[in-house]
């Protein structure tokens, strides 16, 4: 355990620390973990994942396991997704939702054959277990992972990488899973990620973790990366961070994650509704919402950051930014946030309050840098 000097928070390790701090990386706390934040820099390691691979510690995110032949189905009570009809070796993005239809949680849901394996966010990993052994505790067995590491490989180099060390992950496409063997080690792989780039998450033995990250490491292609540019990568991507551009008070619709609910969960559906919030959902998807999340590009080279007002041309607030920075692909600031539904068209000018100034921004689509998610 480690100590944060300015809250005497104690903070967890994950089984890389020592590796981190080995390879010369800046540590703070992230989510009751002392995590790396970078290691040579956030616009080298930015620019290294896409061009060839990194390699990211999440091995502070939550790892559960559902077993029972009621599993799936007991899931879809908290989540819209479509999770009974998941096939084995799939996976899917879900949101756990309340009853208001916010979001509580994004998370991975894989079919792993005989059990579901779910990954939930650092940060609302204790609520995330304590909710899914509260409502789903008589209809599934509940088990969290917490003796195995999460490793993930990003970067058009990581399949590559990958099929040398375990050559039965070739074949494997964008959202399929599979279990591998890699270095005499047990190892639980998705082709996911969190970057907008073709990549893997492996799951790990604890005991197996620093091995494995070495043996990735030595590859030529392959270097460390930090939460910095996990950040900076994934909004170049589109893609929302928990507890910024998704939280309780924003509905699945609002944040244009509507495609996260499944056929069959939908009003019409073979299995409709019955999750929390679903009416609410419903409604909003036949009416629309009252505000959407966008993206943002700023004019000039300034970075617009979370919390900065949106204005429409005469001064009135009409949104605000959720996340905002320097998109090193783009060589130019990018930013998300929320905006009344009128003005969530593309090609929208707007003003947002940098230091009681106004900057125009201009609402444009996202991704702000295309995906390459290895799809076969």
């Avoid at 100590?3 to 994950?14: C, F, I, K």
């Avoid at 620093?210 to 030595?218: D, H, I, K, Y």
């Amino acid at each position: 355990m480690a100590e944060d000097a300015g809250s005497r928070e104690v903070l967890a390790r994950t089984p890389l620390f020592d590796l981190h701090v080995e390879l010369g990386a800046r540590m703070v706390p992230f989510a009751g973990y002392v995590m790396p934040v970078q290691y040579q820099g956030i616009l080298d390691e930015h620019r290294h994942t896409r061009s060839a691979a990194g390699l990211f510690d999440v091995s502070h995110m939550g790892q559960v396991r559902l077993d029972g032949p009621g599993a799936a189905a007991a899931i879809e009570i908290l989540v819209p997704a479509d999770i009974a009809g998941l096939g084995a070796g799939r996976q899917r993005y879900a949101l756990f939702t309340n009853a208001e239809g916010g979001i509580l949680d994004d998370l991975m849901v894989t079919n792993a054959g005989d059990h579901l394996f779910v990954v939930v966010n650092a940060g609302c990993k204790v609520q995330d277990i304590a909710h899914m052994r509260a409502h789903l505790g008589g209809l599934c067995d509940i088990a969290e992972l917490a003796d195995r590491a999460l490793l993930a490989l990003q970067g058009p180099a990581a399949g590559p990488v990958m099929a040398r060390l375990a050559p039965a992950t070739a074949d494997m496409v964008f959202m399929t899973a599979r279990q591998v063997e890699i270095l005499g080690a047990d190892c639980f792989v998705t082709r996911s990620g969190y970057t907008g780039e073709d990549g893997f998450e492996i799951s790990v033995p604890g005991t197996k973790a620093e091995e494995l990250a070495r043996r990735l490491l030595a590859e030529d292609e392959v270097a460390p990366i930090g939460l910095g540019a996990r950040d900076s990568l994934r909004l170049e991507a589109g893609l929302c961070l928990y507890g910024h551009d998704i939280d309780t008070g924003t509905t699945p619709v609002e944040a244009r994650l509507v495609w996260a609910i499944g056929k069959a969960r939908r009003g019409d559906g073979e299995r409709a509704l019955g999750y929390p919030g679903a009416e609410i959902v419903e409604q909003q998807i036949a009416a629309g919402p009252a505000r959407r999340r966008v993206g943002l590009l700023p004019e000039g080279r300034a970075p617009v950051r979370e919390g900065a007002e949106l204005q429409d041309g005469e001064g009135r607030a009409v949104g605000h930014v959720t996340s905002g920075g320097f998109g090193p692909t783009m060589e130019a600031p990018v930013a998300m946030g929320y905006v009344e539904a009128g003005l969530a068209a593309i090609g929208t000018k707007l003003n947002a309050v940098v230091r009681g100034k106004p900057l125009p921004v201009t609402v444009a689509k996202m991704p702000f840098v295309k995906q390459r998610y290895y799809r076969g």
